[in-house]
């Protein structure tokens, strides 16, 4: 029997995608940590957008300032629009034996830890996390290439994760 | 606790005659002229000597207070440092491998260098500095025989543990496995074609260019060369040992269970002779600034069936040749063109296999009980032809493991099945046991294993 034969016995609905949810669905991450990083991205934005547009203003370019306003709010929109959408797909699952960390909209990925392999997990809290009331949950294995971290989890929930995952992985740990 | 020892009394010697092209260099940079005039006409010899004086000075108070010694609980530490104390201790419960090795001027002085691999420390400080080799060799059996557990008794010496040579590197397959490689053909392959455009646009200076070019592949396989000159795998009760190196000799332990994941490389231009290189990643030894002094190439050169006999070795009951691997769908030529008729990925009942590359086609392996964590990813192009990789973390090292281009529909089931696997795996590991994952038999037993250990 195929992969494949196995994998349409295995989850019927499982459709061409690879990055479905299973019968749970992915838990998503709190909206404000779409807000705390637009408030990053589009303030640099705006200020590299005002010195352009000022400088060009000055320099005795004002068409040109004024097509670089335009240019400047079109890359506003796009960034409020393109961070909603990535911070949306940010997910996870804890499941029995494993958790799944699930991101990214061209680039997608999603990472499979089981849970005897984690060596330490780390909660991360910077102050505009702080000011947002929210935390990051990373998690590390012996490899270094493991990159399975939850961003925008509120601290409730961050640590609740985090003693839960030790706890689960203190359980199942098998050494490296 | 033991009684302190210190490194060789010729240590300082040897500090200060490796001190002697580095400052002659350093004099002929800056032309010596300002310390020279500073010092009021001491001439530039003069000023080398002084630091050398200076430098020599140094390394003898680094040497006294350089100790090391085993404390009550039977690891070892080791106190350095003449302004900054640094009192280390080595954890041999923790120890990776043993080094010895011998740079060209300790191996002058007919002395070797230590260095104990504890995971996640760097070696730098963990370093013995010079010890007389035999002194070495003797230290380094009884770290091994320490770490794995058996307590020495006072002033009973322990016996090296006896070895049985696997695998010796002759030296003309080196040489000629090195020549063939496709770094260097691509390296002999620029000089015509620098030449050529030389020719053609009548730079001639570009001409001098190519005719210097003649030095890159040269100094690319002679380096190498040197470096694994003589490499020799030996199987010893406390791991493989390898021994390598022309100017600069190592010998290099690799406990047992301590391989996390290997590849098999087959250049192209290797495949005639049916030849493969065996690369690992060594759990705790950490990649990158100083990634050249672990093992990393446990077998530079070597017919096919020799690599299979160590990969037995060193992950036993592991034999990726022994699974259909499953293709990647014709699609994936699309995103790889190069390398896509290479591309598969399978299971043995203990490992995961991938094959991939194109120049040099590898299998890479790692045992499901070694699995750390499974990524899968998309890309835009791959999404549109229906694909996806398949990643499985390892340690840090040279071997990374990714089954590329497969179907997208199965992906998902193949990353799941993986990190199920690995999950069973390490249940019937069961917890504290790192060492062992289940295998049935080995095919090869370990040779030596019972014999006269003290």
């Given amino acids: 029997m195929s992969a494949l034969q196995r994998a349409e016995g295995m989850l019927p609905s499982m459709s061409i995608d690879p990055f479905v949810a299973d019968a749970r669905g992915w838990i998503p991450v709190n909206a404000r940590l779409a807000t705390a990083r637009r408030l990053i991205a589009m303030s640099v934005t705006t200020v590299v957008m005002l010195i352009a547009v000022v400088a060009l203003a000055v320099g005795g370019l004002p068409e040109l300032g004024f097509v670089a306003l335009l240019v400047g709010l ?19 699952s804890e499941r029995t034996d494993d958790l799944i960390v699930v991101s990214g909209i061209l ?11 984690m060596q330490l997990v780390d909660v991360r809290r910077g102050p505009l996390e702080r000011y947002f009331g929210l935390a990051t949950v990373q998690l590390h294995t012996a490899a270094a290439t493991t990159d399975a971290t939850i961003p925008g989890l509120p601290p409730n929930e961050a640590g609740r994760l985090r003693d839960k995952l030790a706890a689960l992985g203190e359980q199942r740990s098998a050494g490296l | 606790m033991t009684e302190p020892r210190h490194t060789h009394p010729v240590t300082p010697l040897v500090t200060m005659v490796r001190a002697v092209p580095v400052l002659i260099f350093g004099v002929f940079v800056t032309g010596g002229g300002e310390a020279t005039n500073v010092l009021g006409g001491l001439g530039t ?10 430098v020599g000075i140094y390394a003898y108070f680094s040497w006294t207070r350089l100790t090391f010694f085993y404390d009550d609980d039977g690891d070892l530490r ?21 080094d010895v090795t011998q740079p060209i001027l300790a191996r002058l002085f007919g002395l070797a260098e230590l ?7 760097s070696s730098e400080g963990t370093k013995l500095q010079y010890l007389a080799l035999d002194d070495a060799q003797q230290l380094r059996a009884e770290l091994l025989a320490r770490a794995s557990g058996l307590r020495r008794e006072e002033g009973a010496a322990v016996a090296t543990a006896p070895e049985q040579v696997l695998v010796q590197v002759p030296s003309p397959h080196l040489l ?8 260097t053909i691509f390296l002999v392959l620029l000089i015509p074609t620098v030449v050529a455009v030389a020719g053609v646009s009548g730079v001639w200076e570009l001409g001098l260019t190519g005719i210097l070019l003649v030095f890159a592949p040269v100094t690319v396989v002679g380096g190498q060369f040197l470096r694994y000159f003589g490499f020799t795998v030996a199987q010893s009760p406390d791991g493989l040992r390898l021994r390598f190196g022309l100017t600069s000799h190592r010998s290099q332990t690799v406990p047992p269970g301590r391989v ?21 990643n060594v759990a705790g030894t950490m990649g990158g600034e100083e990634g050249e002094d672990r093992p990393s190439v446990i077998l530079p050169v070597a017919p096919l069936p020799v690599a299979r006999t160590l990969l037995q070795q060193v992950l036993p009951g592991v034999d990726p040749f022994s699974v259909d691997l499953t293709p990647a769908p014709a699609a994936a030529r699309w995103r790889a063109p190069l390398q896509y008729k290479q591309l598969g990925v399978g299971a043995t009942p203990v490992a995961f296999v991938t094959r991939r590359g194109w120049l040099v086609p590898k299998w890479d392996v790692v045992p499901h009980a070694r699995t750390q964590s499974v990524r899968l990813t998309q890309g835009p192009w791959q999404r549109w032809l229906g694909l996806a990789t398949v990643s499985v973390d390892s340690t840090p090292g040279p071997v990374s493991i990714a089954a590329l281009h497969q179907d997208a529909r199965t992906a998902r089931i193949l990353a799941q099945e993986q990190a199920d696997r690995a999950g069973l795996a390490r249940r019937q590991a069961g917890p504290g046991q790192p060492e062992s994952y289940p295998v049935a038999s080995p095919t090869v037993p370990p040779p030596g294993i019972d014999s006269d250990l003290p």
């Fill in chain 2, 176 to 183: 000629a496995s090195l020549v063939l490689q496709p770094t």
């Fill in chain 2, 45 to 54: 010899g003069g000023v080398i000597v002084l630091i050398l004086v200076g």
């Fill in chain 2, 115 to 121: 260095r104990p691999e504890v995971a996640g420390a």
């Fill in chain 1, 74 to 92: 079109v890359v506003l929109a796009w960034l409020w629009w393109l961070i909603g959408r990535q911070v949306r797909a940010i997910g996870y």
């Fill in chain 2, 78 to 98: 080791i106190n350095s440092g003449v302004f900054v104390r640094n009192e280390r201790r080595v954890q041999l419960s923790r120890l990776q491998s043993v």
């Fill in chain 2, 260 to 280: 996390q994941a290997v590849r098999i490389e087959r250049p192209l231009m290797w495949k005639p002779w049916g030849w493969v290189r065996v690369v690992v």
């Fill in chain 1, 107 to 117: 680039f997608r990925r999603l990472v499979l830890v089981p849970y005897g392999r």
